[in-house]
C-alpha cells in the first residue's frame, strides 16, 4: 500500500487511468521507476525546503519535478530545445521558478467533461465504486460523491484554468441522462454568472424511438435542453458513420436542427458489446464527411488505440480531398494523456504528427475529466511541451508555437461551438458549491490529486459486467 499512498500525492497518475472505455494496461517498468524516483526527488526537495512532501507535490515545483522525472526515465533530454517537456534544475527546486513554467495564460476549452447521475444507479451503486483508486475509497457515500456533479464542478471549473467546458455523455445515456448534462451546465453558469459550460446532444441511432438517445429524441435535446453539438459512438450498437440507412437519418436530422458539429467516438476500443472494437476504426469518415458538406466532424480521441497510436486515423485524413479533409477535427481526450504517460516523445510525436496532417486549426482540446481528475496537469503540461528541433527535422511535424497552443487549447473549439473567448467569465466561489470543501493555498493546493477511473484489469472488467448487468436493454 506504500506505493499506492506516494501515488496519491503526486500532481499527475504515471500510468493509465482508463474513462471505463478501454481496459487500462498495467504500469510499465519504465512507469513504475518514475513512480520509486518521483517519490525520492519530492522527497529530497521537500526537505530541503522545509515542507513536507505532500506540500512539496502540490507546489509547481512539484509538478515541474514528475516532469522532470518522465524525461529521465525515458532517457529523454530535460532541459533545452531537444527536450520535448523542458523542465531546469531550478525549476524542479523553487516554486516561484517553476511557476514561470506554467505561467502562459491561455483561454482553455475543454470539449470531453464527464460525471456520473448517482441518482442512475438507483440501488446499485457498484458502478460508481469500481471506477476509485486506491481501493480502498470504494462504497462509501463520500467516495460516490467523488463522481458527482458537484466533484465535476470543483476539479474542472474550480481547481483548474478552464474557462469553458463541455459536459459530454456516454451511449444510452447511463449513467449520465441527457437532462442531468443539461443541468449540470445550468448549475455551473449559475454558479459562475456566466457561460462557462455548453451540453451536448446524445444519439445512438439503433436505439429504439422513444429512449433518450434515439433520432426522435434530438429534437427535444436541442430545442428544450439546449444541445449545441451532437455526440455519438459507433461502437454503441456497431453501425458506421456512413451507413446511409442507420447514420444518415440522424445527420439530416441534426443538419435540419442547426447542428454543424457532429462528435464521435473515434479509437480507444470501447467494449460495449461483441464486434465492438472493430466500429470505432476511422474507416467510415470519408464518406460521411464528403455526403454533408455543411457537417463539421470531431475524432473524439484522434482515433487512437493504445499501442497502437494514431496512424490509421492519420492515413484515412490522408486519404480525403482536401476540401473535405478542412471539416474534419481530432479531439484530444484521453490520448494526450496516455501518450505523455509513456514518455514525452510519445506526446510531442502525438501532437506533432496531428499538426503535420491536420494543421494548428483543426485540433481541440479536451481531457476526459473527471476520470483523469483535474485537468490541470494536463493543461500545465501542454503549455510546457515542446517538439523539438531534433523532432521536426527527422519527421516533417512543424513546431508547437504559442499561437498554435492557443488555437489547440480553447479557440478552434470556440469557433466550432459559436463561443466568444474574449467574454468576461467569472470564477466560481470554492465554497458555492454544496457540500465541497477545497483546501486552501491556492490552485495545485487546492484541488485534489486524486484520478476517478478504473487503473486495473479487474476494477475495468468488474465495470463491464456491472454495466452489462444493470445498464439499459438494447433494442433487439
Not at 300 to 307: C, D, E, Q, T
Not at 314 to 323: D, E
Amino acid at each position: 500500500m506504500e506505493e499506492e499512498d506516494d501515488e496519491r500525492d503526486f500532481p499527475l497518475p504515471l500510468s493509465d487511468v482508463s474513462n471505463g472505455e478501454w481496459c487500462p494496461r498495467p504500469p510499465s517498468p519504465r512507469q513504475r521507476a518514475a513512480a520509486r524516483l518521483l517519490a525520492e526527488e519530492a522527497e529530497r526537495r521537500a526537505r530541503r525546503l522545509g515542507m513536507t512532501r505532500r506540500e512539496f507535490l502540490r507546489t509547481s515545483a512539484g509538478t515541474a519535478t514528475a516532469f522532470w522525472v518522465l524525461g529521465v526515465v525515458n532517457g529523454l533530454p530535460t532541459s533545452g530545445d531537444a527536450a520535448p517537456l523542458p523542465v531546469t534544475p531550478e525549476q524542479c527546486d523553487d516554486p516561484a521558478a517553476a511557476a514561470e513554467l506554467f505561467a502562459a495564460d491561455y483561454f482553455v476549452m475543454d470539449v470531453q467533461l464527464h460525471h456520473v447521475d448517482l441518482e442512475a444507479f438507483g440501488d446499485q451503486p457498484s458502478l460508481g465504486c469500481l471506477r476509485f483508486y486506491p481501493p480502498g475509497d470504494q462504497c462509501t457515500p463520500q467516495g460516490l460523491q467523488l463522481l458527482s456533479q458537484a466533484n465535476l464542478v470543483k476539479e474542472v471549473f474550480v481547481d483548474s484554468e478552464t474557462a469553458v467546458g463541455v459536459i459530454s455523455g456516454v451511449p444510452d445515456g447511463y449513467p449520465l441522462p441527457v437532462e442531468t448534462m443539461a443541468a449540470t451546465r445550468d448549475l455551473v453558469n449559475q454558479l459562475a454568472g456566466s457561460e462557462r459550460a455548453l451540453s451536448q446532444a446524445m444519439c445512438d441511432p439503433t436505439s429504439a424511438p422513444g429512449s433518450q438517445t434515439a433520432v426522435d429524441s434530438l429534437e427535444h435535446q436541442v430545442n428544450d435542453l439546449g444541445a449545441r453539438a451532437l455526440k455519438c459512438y459507433t461502437g454503441n450498437g456497431n453501425w458506421w458513420l456512413d451507413d446511409e440507412k442507420v447514420a444518415y437519418p440522424m445527420l439530416e436530422e441534426a443538419r435540419r436542427l442547426g447542428l454543424r458539429t457532429i462528435n464521435v467516438h473515434k479509437g480507444f476500443p470501447a467494449l460495449l458489446g461483441p464486434g465492438s472494437a472493430e466500429y470505432v476504426r476511422s474507416r467510415d469518415l470519408p464518406k460521411a464527411v464528403a455526403d454533408f458538406e455543411d457537417l463539421n466532424f470531431v475524432a473524439y480521441h484522434s482515433g487512437y488505440f493504445p499501442g497502437e497510436g494514431i496512424g490509421e486515423f492519420l492515413g484515412v485524413v490522408r486519404s480525403m480531398k482536401r476540401r473535405h479533409r478542412k471539416r474534419v477535427y481530432a479531439e484530444l481526450g484521453s490520448c494526450f494523456a496516455t501518450a505523455l504517460l509513456e514518455g514525452p516523445d510519445q506526446a510531442a510525436h502525438l501532437v506533432g504528427s496531428l499538426l503535420k496532417r491536420l494543421g494548428s486549426k483543426r485540433i481541440v482540446w479536451g481531457t476526459d475529466s473527471i476520470w483523469w481528475g483535474s485537468p490541470q496537469w494536463q493543461i500545465d503540461a501542454f503549455k510546457a511541451l515542446q517538439i523539438p528541433k531534433t523532432m521536426q527535422r527527422k519527421f516533417g511535424y512543424p513546431p508547437l508555437s504559442a499561437k498554435a497552443k492557443a488555437r489547440i487549447l480553447g479557440l478552434n473549439a470556440a469557433e466550432l461551438y459559436g463561443v466568444d473567448p474574449k467574454q468576461v467569465r467569472c470564477a466560481i466561489a470554492q465554497d458555492a458549491i454544496a457540500g465541497i470543501r477545497s483546501e486552501q493555498g491556492g490552485l495545485r493546493a487546492s484541488r485534489s490529486h486524486r484520478v476517478y477511473g478504473p487503473r486495473t484489469r479487474e476494477a475495468y472488467e468488474a465495470l463491464l459486467a456491472h454495466v452489462a448487468g444493470h445498464g439499459p436493454a438494447r433494442p433487439t
